[in-house]
DNA sequence: ATACTAAGCGGGGTAAAGTCCGGTTATCGT
DNA sequence: ACGATAACCGGACTTTACCCCGCTTAGTAT
């Protein structure tokens, strides 16, 4: 009897995943995400090689599973934390303010955010439909928008949050001036997302 | 007695980079973007692997090579050709047909862009300022807008032209489809550019 | 409790990315 | 024209992502 959609994982495969993901978190604290490679992590974690990419697939799988695994606590905040990015504020004022958390949430993971990213798969990794777009997606909708293809809008408004800080802005950007690269993405999607919910 | 800021590239070296570039070009229209390996097309081009790796410095730096050469000839429709693409109508209209030939330029070469894509490098490939955003920059300029920080606009309207192609719609969205989301694409862009520029 | 089965596991194997260094060739000053 | 020098070339070498297949173990039905 399983009560699940996925035919229930077993016990030992959620044991070690939860294992592999805290150790590749440790790595990548201690040694940097280009030294967080499949192996070591097999070695570290006393697993298989095997396990490692029957778990994740990919080299990026990984860094996938560390992003959704951070952003968990983030979704949280959004989804029943207090206003304005939790439930309870206009929709606009929590446009803005999750633009602005989501902003400082992928500079603070950067190293993560990057690692995601593959060149070899023409379906980049477990972008499927992100909570990110997802959550922009019902805000607009709940914004009232001429005669404007919401769906559409909401990856464009996406990209535009995620894509300075995982395709354009190097990593000396960020790290030199971290704090004021935030405040000018933050200041200027505020602007952004003014400029478009205008009536 | 040199007349480029580099130093004279030597006439060898330029000629390989072009026999490896119009290799490169056949082996992706031939074999796919993932059976273009370094090594296949050193020994297609009849080179050494050094010499590949000397040109390019990674795999995603053919990628990003081939990039700058089909952007070559699309830059000079927008820097020289018929308004509104190139120069005479007014910077409004010049930044909607901006969006909507980069959309179908970016569908065309799909495959080319996702290649640029690379996890390991933490400074982004060769997206140091690129075309694509200085253009969209210096068009923002000539718009009267509020009081906008111009640069940073300019970074996320670029993301938001760029991100859903590179990073959010799968390769079965686009091939599947293509024309059909090129034509949302477009027509989202010349949305999204007309609120943002609205007085 | 026990046998059956499907999933998980491990580690060795392949191919591709990226590095290095000795030999070669193009450019520049005279 | 010619030698000095710096850049280029090639291919062997190392590292790493990813595959495969026989063995083990967790879940299930009797």
């Known amino acids: 009897m399983s009560w ?3 035919p229930t994982e077993r016990a030992d495969a959620a044991r070690n995943r939860m294992h592999l993901v805290a150790t590749a978190r440790e790595m990548l604290a201690e040694l940097g995400a280009d030294r967080l490679t499949m192996d070591a992590l097999a070695e570290r974690s006393g697993l298989g090689k095997g396990t490692v990419f029957r778990r994740f697939g990919t080299r990026a ?9 951070a952003e968990r606590a983030f979704q949280e905040q959004v989804l029943s934390g207090p206003p304005p990015l939790g439930p309870g504020a206009p929709p606009m004022e929590r446009l803005i303010a999750y633009g602005r958390a989501r902003v400082g949430f992928l500079i603070e993971h950067r190293e993560i955010g990057r690692g995601t990213l593959d060149g070899r798969q023409s379906v980049p990794v477990g972008v499927q439909m992100p909570v990110s777009r997802m959550h922009i997606r019902m805000l607009l909708g709940q914004i009232s928008l001429g005669s404007a293809n919401l769906d559409i809008l909401a990856i464009q408004l996406t990209a535009a949050l995620d894509g300075p800080l995982l395709l354009y ?8 001036a971290a704090a004021e690269a935030e405040r000018q993405l933050a200041e200027s999607w505020q602007d952004l997302v003014r400029r478009v919910c205008r009536p």
């Open 4 to 6: 699940g959609t996925p």
């Open 169 to 176: 802005l190097s990593a000396a950007d960020l790290s030199q």
């Open 61 to 69: 799988g990984i860094f996938q599973a560390l992003m959704d695994d």
